[in-house]
């Protein structure tokens, strides 16, 4: 919602402000959709090995299994599929 309503002060909340919203929304979606929080432990101690940023697949593999418990909204907002957000 703050996203939405900073977007309606920047681009004023008639038609044409609508349209460019719009065009920027999706991209910060898909943005927003490829963060992930990297708390705990094992991202520590992975990070001493190496830089996480060079350790992208084993980052990965265990985002993975952190992610299979999410609850339902959690979900939708990592959707990549653009669709999704524009519902």
């Known amino acids: 919602r703050e996203l939405v309503q ?46 996480l940023i060079q350790s992208s697949r084993a980052v990965a593999s265990i985002l993975k299994e952190v992610e299979e418990d999410l609850p339902p909204l959690e979900q939708l907002l990592r959707c990549e599929n653009e669709e999704a957000h524009m519902q």
């Open 6 to 51: 900073h977007m309606k002060d920047h681009f004023h909340d008639d038609a044409k402000g609508k349209k460019s919203a719009f065009y920027f929304l999706p991209w910060h979606f898909r943005f927003f959709c490829r963060y992930r929080p990297l708390l705990g432990q094992r991202f520590y101690d992975l990070s001493l090995e190496h830089p």
